[in-house]
């Protein structure tokens, strides 16, 4: 297993090239991530979503349930390789704070990586599984529904409280698969974090990029302009500071010294 300090070695290294990718490469591997993030997030709804009487009669197995299937989208991130936002917020603050790289550098990659998950994520949720009929009927709809409908019912306070809480586990995650040095490790690592994040009901905006606008092409009385202000910006905001200021700055802060 590797050290905090040699997996802040890793983030360092890993920041410097994310970087240095060519605009064309964000994009794509930005894409990439967005599309993996939005299979968990069919996976989910599959198997938690088609479980009505188990969430009638024990919710937190069903929440469990939910939380256990959605990580697949994350371990496909690191494990294959993809720009992910949210893992983005807390990878480049060790090198900013040692003064490696530029807050420039961090806020163009953000801004791409933003922009590619999104267009991968709603390509999965409108071409992938709406134009297939894969949840259009009963009991996937009415979970794609109630899922959304949750999700831009909430305070703009509470849902970027609840976006801090669901990249602070994210980023652990992240940081817990660069630990590991074998893929069975990196698997097990990644997957606590984001099924606890998930079962407990956090927001987390890449994932919102799928739930909502699915719920949206599958008939929810949502727009998007409800899903932008309600769920979206609250929800990046607090995932940017659960990333950077709860994993990235305190692990840069105690481990990024020369």
């Not at 968990?40 to 299937?69: C, D, R």
């Not at 932008?228 to 105690?254: D, R, S």
């Amino acid at each position: 297993m590797n050290t905090p300090k040699e997996v802040i070695n890793i983030v360092s290294h890993l920041a410097i090239n994310k970087g240095s990718y060519k605009i064309r490469k964000t994009l794509v591997l930005a894409f990439l991530a967005g599309a993996y993030i939005a299979f968990g997030g069919l996976l989910a709804i599959i198997v938690g979503g088609g479980s009505p009487e188990i969430a009638a009669n024990n919710p937190g197995l069903v929440k469990f349930l939910f939380g256990a299937t959605f990580p697949l989208g994350l371990i496909l991130v690191v494990v294959l390789g993809a720009e992910l936002f949210t893992g983005n917020n807390a990878y480049f603050i060790p090198n900013i704070l040692s003064k490696k790289q530029s807050v420039y550098d961090m806020l163009k990659n953000w801004g791409l990586v933003y922009v590619g998950n999104f267009i991968g994520a709603v390509f999965v949720a409108y071409v992938i599984t709406h134009l297939t009929h894969i949840v259009n009927t009963s009991p996937f709809i009415d979970s794609v529904h109630n899922i959304a409908i949750d999700k831009t019912s909430h305070t703009f306070l509470v849902t970027f409280l609840k976006g801090i809480g669901a990249n602070w586990l994210v980023c652990l995650a992240v940081w817990q698969g660069m630990a590991a040095k074998d893929t069975t490790g990196k698997i097990f690592a990644i997957w606590w974090p984001v099924m606890a994040f998930v079962a407990i009901g956090f927001e987390h905006s890449i994932a919102n990029m799928y739930f909502i606008p699915l719920a949206i092409f599958e008939g929810a009385d949502i727009t998007w302009t409800t899903f932008i202000l309600k769920n979206l910006i609250p929800a990046t905001l607090g995932n940017i500071v659960g990333g950077a200021f709860f994993v990235g700055m305190p692990y840069g802060y105690l481990f990024g010294k020369e």
